[in-house]
Nanobody, 121 residues
Framework: QVQLVESGGGLVQTGGSLRLSCKAT????????LGWYRQAPGQQREWVAA???????NYADSVKGRFTISVDNAENTGYLQMNSLKPEDTAVYFC???????????????WGQGTQVTVSS
């Protein structure tokens, strides 16, 4: 059973940077789509960024120009580079990955366990 392990969260001051990682726990054939979401206390989970198999990226307006999503298929890992962080970016960040475990297998959907990002003012 594939699991996604997230890392890279932590405490940072306003204006700082963090890079979140989302790594599959076993070798896979391909990452088809990657999404990052976040959930602040008392708030609903919101979409942050998406990466599609064609290489297209999309971002929520609140993070556009500051965050960058990427995928490294050789490392079975997705990333979210976060720059110019603001206190309102404070949340638990979750990755969502659609992947093929082997060539020709169906695409399956997985979620990471979440990683806390706290931005102090």
């Amino acid at each position: 059973q594939v699991q996604l392990v997230e890392s890279g969260g932590g405490l940072v001051q306003t204006g700082g940077s963090l890079r979140l990682s989302c790594k599959a726990t076993e070798p896979i054939f391909s990452i088809n789509n990657l999404g990052w979401y976040r959930q602040a206390p008392g708030q609903q989970r919101e979409w942050v960024a998406a990466f599609t198999s064609g290489g297209a990226t999309n971002y929520a307006d609140s993070v556009k120009g500051r965050f960058t999503i990427s995928v490294d298929n050789a490392e079975n890992t997705g990333y979210l580079q976060m720059n110019s962080l603001k206190p309102e970016d404070t949340a638990v960040y979750f990755c969502n990955m659609q992947l093929r475990r082997r060539y020709g297998s169906r695409i399956t959907n997985y979620w990471g366990q979440g990683t806390q990002v706290t931005v102090s003012s």
